[in-house]
């Protein structure tokens, strides 16, 4: 693992449990996937960078109003990685699926992701699917 300058404050005892819980994060999807710790590292940087940049929106036009980054239009490997080590909830593009339908994915806390659920047949989604306790859910275009 890099050195501990990537998470600031890290002689504070929370922010040593944060950066544990990183790496081991970090560690076991490199196992996982096969690939290098510092990689995945790295793309959870460059994709907090990105949840930094992007605009926010809200999903739909229901209230309450539903904030999410716009991260749709990107292609970043380790955005929900991202999503879960800094809070941030996210809208983004998915992988179409076999018969090529677009997909719309969403990352969050429960109540980001039950109001995706909610909201999606009325954006003209279809198909839902997700977990909100796990913070995750996707829908295809029609």
């Given amino acids: 693992m ?4 990537f998470v600031l404050g890290a002689s504070d005892p929370e922010m040593e449990m944060i950066y544990a819980l990183l790496e081991w994060r970090v560690t076991s999807r490199a196992k996982f ?20 940049t ?30 879960v080590c800094y809070g941030i909830p996210y809208l983004a593009d998915g992988i179409p699926d ?8 969403c990352g969050g806390p429960v109540d980001v992701v039950r109001a995706f ?11 839902c699917y997700g977990d909100p306790e796990q913070g995750f859910a ?4 029609k």
């Fill in 2 to 5: 890099p050195n501990r300058v």
């Fill in 33 to 52: 996937q096969g690939r290098n710790a510092d990689t995945v590292l790295k793309g959870i940087v460059t994709a907090k960078a990105a949840l930094g």
């Fill in 54 to 83: 992007a605009p926010w929106i809200t999903l739909g036009s229901f209230l309450p109003a539903i904030y999410v980054k716009d991260m749709r239009g990107q292609h970043l490997p380790e955005l929900s990685e991202a999503s």
């Fill in 98 to 105: 076999e018969k090529g339908r677009d997909k719309v994915v």
């Fill in 117 to 127: 659920l909610d909201r999606a047949a009325s954006q003209g989604l279809v198909d």
């Fill in 138 to 141: 996707g829908a295809y275009c």
